[in-house]
């Protein structure tokens, strides 16, 4: 059973920076992707953030060129670089890990239990 534990929002004024991390409870085998997302209060789920496999990475164009997606295998780690963070940015964030199981390959997907980020002066 993999566990993703998050840690790192907080509050941060406008324009201000948080790096969230997600670490996983040990090496986690044949990974498809790993991401972020989020979600607003009263809003639905939304992608933040995508890592493949072969480490190519896509972003919602809301934090494009503000947030960054990488990964520390040794320490069994993501994080989300988060740059000028706006208001809007406010929401839960959570980690997501999708992995290929059993013989026929099928995606199983382990989230973590949410970091909250408030962005307001």
């Known amino acids: 059973q993999v566990q993703l534990v998050e840690s790192g929002g907080g509050l941060v004024q406008p324009g201000g920076s948080l790096r969230p991390s997600c670490e996983a409870s040990?090496?986690?085998?044949?990974?498809?992707?790993m991401g972020w997302y989020r979600q607003a209060p009263g809003k639905q789920l939304e992608s933040v953030a995508i890592?493949?496999?072969?480490?190519?990475?896509n972003y919602a164009d809301f934090v494009k060129g503000r947030f960054t997606i990488s990964r520390d295998n040794a320490k069994n780690t993501i994080y989300l670089q988060m740059n000028s963070l706006k208001p809007e940015d406010t929401a839960i964030y959570y980690c997501?890990?999708?992995?290929?199981?059993?013989?026929?390959?099928?995606?199983?997907?382990?989230w973590g239990q949410g970091t909250s980020v408030t962005v307001s002066s």
């Open positions: 890592m493949s496999s072969d480490s190519s990475t």
């Open positions: 997501k890990i999708t992995r290929r199981v059993g013989i026929l390959g099928n995606l199983l997907d382990a």
């Open positions: 040990g090496t986690i085998p044949s990974i498809y992707n």
